[in-house]
Structures are given as C-alpha cells and as structure tokens.
C-alpha cells in the first residue's frame, strides 16, 4: 500500500506516517524510486500505534511494546512499562482532583466572601455602621 492510502484508510496524515516510520514504529519498504510502500496490515499497526498514543505512551515506550504485540505475548518489562504508565496516569489524576478541589473553594469564596478569606472586605464592618 502506499502512504496516502494507509493514511487515508488510518484516519492520520502521511506526515503522521512518516513519523511513525522514523520513530521505528511502523516499518516501511521502498521502491526503486524512494517512495513508502507498506504491508496490508499497517492500516492496523497505525490504529494500535494510536490507541497506545492515546493512551498516554509516548513514542520511546511503543517501541518497546511492539516485539510482544508482533509475537502475542507480552513480556514482563512490556507488562512493568504499562503499569508505571498507568500509575503515573493515575497520579496525574489525583493531582487534577486535587486542583479541582482548590478551584471549588475558590468559587466558593468567589460567590460567598467572607472578611476571613477575602482581605478586600476586611475592615468595611466598621465603615458600614
């Protein structure tokens, strides 16, 4: 197939391709003349290779999964990779909560002012009376 085929037929740009083939993700033979030719199932290697990008993996950790979804068996640094990246994810998660919780009582404050929290109201007790 050819590179604007396996392209269209992924959903991606050739230049996404192209990245794929240079980040050693997504092999490529060529023709006499230099252009990208590639296998039948490269549209499904692509398709993989973006559900792993969505997933949060960078390229440098697909690379080193691939050997075992090639053979069908991952192997226990595939199996270590994955849980550090799905413990990173879920400490990535926790601090959004966390944000998410500081930004709430932000709002709070924001809708309800008090003298304590919000130092712009701070003496006006006095000048009201």
């Not at 973006?50 to 390229?59: C, N």
């Amino acid at each position: 197939m050819r590179i604007g085929d396996v392209a269209t037929q992924a959903g991606v740009s050739t230049r996404a391709l192209r990245y794929y083939e240079q980040q050693g993700l997504l092999p490529a033979d060529r023709t006499a003349s230099g252009q990208r030719v590639y296998a039948p199932a490269a549209v499904e290697r692509v398709q993989l290779i973006q559900l792993l990008f969505a997933a949060g993996l960078g390229s440098r950790s697909i690379v080193q999964l691939l050997p075992g979804v090639d053979t069908g068996h991952a192997s226990e640094e595939a199996l270590a990779l994955l849980r550090r990246e799905r413990d990173r994810i879920t400490a990535g998660m926790a601090d959004l909560a966390q944000a998410r919780a500081h930004l709430d009582e932000v709002i709070e404050v924001s809708l309800h002012p008090t003298p304590e929290l919000c130092p712009a109201l701070r003496g006006r007790g006095a000048d009201a009376a």
